[in-house]
């Protein structure tokens, strides 16, 4: 389903050359279960992005389902990112003036569909969790609370794969197994997950696990 060859990725800071992302090759199933532990600079946000098409490889490729990512003009790579993709960031980048179920809403809004689909976002906020919450705004919500909105929100498309970055580094420890419950319970339900942390404790959820460092990527036994 994810296929990385020789991926690197080259930033130029003030004649300077940082290899974030160096030579990784990498071979995600569907159905998976897949973590990358690093601390925080090793390039793990940005294998994310190289994954999910929003930041294109210096060298290597990129492929979803067999298809190269880097051949694709911008207008299909924004097609693939919609329907196949969902993507949790590290923080939970609600919009403030729009309620939960709106937030929830939006990757269909901006998709094929323009009008939105109330009675799925209201499916997938009761999934979460939040169902009293869903006339409720950003600010009026917990931070565990916006995560699950963040989660609800990935999911509205019925993508097959979930890029999560740091999806419970700003949470209390109760919070953070809440959540990933409703990772194995998403999992089980046939997405692929491909996690990114800087905590090696989550990794016991993993069915895979690699390791980053200095941008390049091994798998631990």
Known sequence: MINLKEVTKVYQNEGISVRAVDGVNLNVEAGEMVFIVGRSGSGKTTLLSLI?????????GVLIDDVELECLNDKKLSAIRNKKIGFIFQFASLIPTLSVIDNVRLPMIFGEERRGNYEGARELIEKVGLSEKIMSYPSQLSGGEQRRVAIARSLMNKPEIIL??????????????????????????????????????????AGSLYMMSKGKLTQEG
């Not at 740091?166 to 409703?182: C, K, Q, S, Y």
């Open 164 to 205: 999560a970055d740091e999806p419970t580094g700003d949470l209390d420890e109760e919070t953070e197994r809440e959540i990933m419950h409703l990772f194995r319970e998403i999992n089980k339900e046939g997405t692929t997950l491909l996690i990114v942390t800087h905590s090696s404790e989550l990794a016991v959820e």
């Open 52 to 60: 999910g098409g929003l930041t294109r490889p210096t060298a290597g």
